[in-house]
């Protein structure tokens, strides 16, 4: 299978948002904090806030089978390492469990070797099972657990 990523052109943001309430109710059910993301207000932010944004489809064989949303920045205070960090990352429902997603994963990171990014990273929710199993399988390690509480 020939598993590729395209930038998503302007034309393309409403259809590619158009699929972030069926990822953020997936998403939803492993947060700890069991407050449904916003989806509007969520899209807003991400169109006001588009610097080192990059936004992919996912596609198998031509078809539309993902997404991936990454963001570029600085490695703080090494200013001209970059990390790319994977924000959102998403295979349709219909087309998982046939390494789509590590194919794209290694299409990502083959992209970044070639542009020199320093590190790639993926967040993963604490009870996201599937997708910790899925990122150590690609050699993503953990190194840091981010903790929390309401003040
Ligand atoms: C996690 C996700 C990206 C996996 O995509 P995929 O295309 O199905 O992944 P692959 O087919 O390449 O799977 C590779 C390996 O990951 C692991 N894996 C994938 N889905 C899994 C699941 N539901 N349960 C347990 N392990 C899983 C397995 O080890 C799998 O290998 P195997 O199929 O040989 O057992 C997809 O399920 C998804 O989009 N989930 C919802 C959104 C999400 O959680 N995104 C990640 C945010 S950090």
């Known amino acids: 299978m020939d ?3 395209r930038p998503v052109p302007e034309s393309e943001y409403d259809a590619f948002f158009a699929h972030f309430p069926a990822y953020h109710a997936e998403l939803d059910a492993y947060d700890p ?3 449904p993301y916003d989806i509007q207000r969520g899209i807003e932010a991400i169109l006001d806030d588009m610097d080192g944004r990059e936004l992919l489809w996912i596609e198998a064989d031509g078809r539309r089978s993902g997404f991936v949303m990454v963001r570029l920045d600085s490695d703080w205070p090494d200013i001209e390492r ?3 960090s994977i924000a959102e990352f998403y295979v ?3 087309a998982r469990r046939s390494g789509i997603g590590t194919a794209a994963v290694e299409a990502l990171l083959a992209q970044h070797r070639a542009r020199g990014t320093y590190l790639v990273e993926a ?3 604490r ?3 599937p997708a910790k199993e ?3 399988r690609l050699g993503f390690e953990v190194h840091l657990f981010q903790t ?3 003040p």
């Open 148 to 150: 929390a509480r309401r």
């Open 127 to 129: 009870d996201n099972g």
């Open 82 to 84: 970059t990390i790319a």
């Open 3 to 5: 598993v590729t990523l």
């Open 123 to 125: 967040s993963i929710l």
């Open 134 to 136: 899925f990122w150590a």
């Open 92 to 94: 349709f429902p219909d």
């Open 33 to 35: 904090r069991r407050e």
